[in-house]
């Protein structure tokens, strides 16, 4: 899949205009915005709406498996918190669906690509959550490393893409801060909350950090997309960062991260750390995880449970466009 991208941006570049490909290559070079009238290479078009789209998905189809919380959270104080996390999560999936229209997809492709089966989204969400201490990993985890991804995406060379990078970046350290204010709860409670809170991290810690996407060695489109600055850090470069801040709160809870080869390294000044299970990956990838078919069903019931919100709101927006022509 990765090697086929590639080639196909590399047959557009060719049929480019080559002077219209330099002046952009040099806006980018000197970290000017590309904005949507903008000329754009159709790789990189190309690229952006599989990313941001993508990128929507995920926020979208994970507000699934916090969903499944909502009515079962352990207080009102829990339950309001989780309500405002997941529907700041909705929020994103907005700004950045608008983000991708930019680019000439319409929402409607969009989502018809999800469904359909066709589009991507991150591979952490067809993961089950078993108990209510998935939801504090889910927060210190998966929020972490959604954060750790996204931070440098607020300076992603297109304008529209950045800037909704910076306002979902603000409530993604809310959200990490809730989850690990579960843990801290739980890891300070009775045994079995402790326990509890142990097995949340046992099964979220590799899957978080899949989340960054292939080893650098197998991520061809990455170079394509470090030089038209889409992405600013590499999987492996925000991987290790990710282990790095994280096991040191793993220490402060008082839990073991689930890595043997775990080590501190003072040459390198990094933690060392064992090989994520690739194979798990990239069957999570093909559509085999483990909630995988769960997730899209659910995802479908709601679009189609909507359809009555959707058609309410089209047909108040013509009714107040009528009275404003007449
Ligand atoms: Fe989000
Ligand atoms: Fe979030």
Same mark, same amino acid.
């Not at 000017?32 to 929507?56: C, G, N, V």
């Not at 809170?197 to 996407?213: E, K, T, V, Y």
């Given at each position: 899949?990765?090697?086929?991208?590639?080639?196909?941006?590399?047959?557009?570049?060719?049929?480019?205009?080559?002077?219209?490909?330099?002046?952009?290559?040099?806006?980018?070079?000197?970290?000017?915005?590309?904005?949507?009238?903008?000329?754009?290479?159709? $790789?990189?078009?190309?690229?952006?709406?599989?990313?941001?789209?993508?990128?929507?998905?995920?926020?979208?189809?994970?507000?699934?498996?916090?969903?499944?919380?909502?009515?079962?959270?352990?207080?009102?104080?829990?339950?309001?918190?989780?309500?405002?996390? =997941?529907?700041?999560?909705?929020?994103?999936?907005?700004?950045?669906?608008? %983000?991708?229209?930019?680019?000439?997809?319409?929402?409607?492709?969009?989502?018809?690509?999800?469904?359909?089966?066709?589009?991507?989204?991150?591979?952490?969400?067809?993961?089950?959550?078993?108990?209510?201490?998935?939801?504090?990993?889910?927060?210190?985890?998966?929020?972490? $490393?959604?954060?750790?991804?996204?931070?440098?995406?607020?300076?992603?060379?297109?304008?529209?893409?950045?800037?909704?990078?910076?306002?979902?970046?603000?409530?993604?350290?809310?959200?990490?801060?809730?989850?690990?204010?579960?843990?801290?709860?739980?890891? %300070?409670?009775?045994?079995?909350?402790?326990?509890?809170?142990?097995?949340?991290?046992?099964?979220?810690?590799?899957?978080?950090?899949?989340?960054?996407?292939?080893?650098? $060695?197998?991520?061809?489109?990455?170079?394509?997309?470090?030089?038209?600055?889409?992405?600013?850090?590499?999987?492996?470069?925000?991987?290790?960062?990710? =282990?790095?801040?994280? =096991?040191?709160?793993?220490?402060?809870?008082?839990?073991?991260?689930?890595?043997?080869?775990?080590?501190?390294?003072?040459?390198?000044?990094?933690?060392?750390?064992?090989?994520?299970?690739?194979?798990?990956?990239?069957?999570?990838?093909?559509?085999?995880?483990?909630?995988?078919?769960?997730?899209?069903? %659910?995802?479908?019931?709601?679009?189609?449970?909507?359809?009555?919100?959707?058609?309410?709101?089209?047909?108040?927006?013509?009714?107040?466009?009528?009275?404003?022509?007449?």
């Amino acid at each position: 899949m990765y090697t086929t991208e590639l080639q196909k941006s590399n047959q557009v570049r060719a049929i480019e205009d080559p002077e219209k490909l330099a002046a952009f290559e040099a806006r980018v070079a000197a970290d000017e915005f590309i904005e949507p009238k903008d000329w754009m290479p159709e $790789a990189y078009r190309r690229t952006l709406t599989r990313q941001i789209s993508q990128h929507a998905h995920s926020e979208i189809v994970g507000m699934l498996p916090e969903g499944n919380w909502i009515s079962r959270a352990p207080s009102l104080r829990r339950k309001a918190i989780l309500l405002a996390k =997941v529907q700041d999560e909705a929020g994103h999936g907005l700004y950045l669906y608008s %983000a991708a229209e930019t680019l000439g997809t319409s929402r409607e492709e969009m989502i018809e690509a999800l469904h359909s089966g066709k589009a991507k989204y991150s591979t952490i969400f067809n993961y089950p959550t078993l108990t209510w201490a998935d939801i504090g990993a889910i927060g210190w985890l998966v929020d972490g $490393a959604a954060i750790m991804n996204q931070v440098p995406l607020q300076r992603t060379s297109y304008g529209p893409y950045a800037r909704a990078m910076v306002r979902v970046c603000k409530e993604e350290s809310f959200h990490q801060r809730q989850g690990y204010e579960i843990m801290m709860a739980m890891c %300070a409670g009775t045994a079995d909350q402790k326990r509890m809170a142990q097995d949340a991290l046992n099964r979220w810690w590799w899957p978080s950090l899949m989340m960054f996407g292939p080893p650098d $060695a197998d991520s061809p489109n990455t170079a394509q997309s470090m030089r038209w600055r889409i992405k600013r850090e590499t999987n492996d470069e925000l991987r290790q960062k990710f =282990v790095d801040i994280t =096991v040191p709160q793993a220490e402060a809870l008082g839990l073991k991260v689930p890595d043997p080869a775990l080590e501190w390294n003072e040459a390198r000044g990094h933690y060392d750390f064992g090989e994520v299970d690739w194979e798990e990956f990239y069957a999570v990838v093909r559509g085999e995880g483990p909630v995988a078919k769960e997730r899209m069903a %659910a995802r479908r019931e709601a679009w189609e449970e909507g359809a009555w919100v959707r058609d309410a709101a089209a047909a108040y927006a013509e009714k107040q466009a009528a009275k404003k022509a007449a």
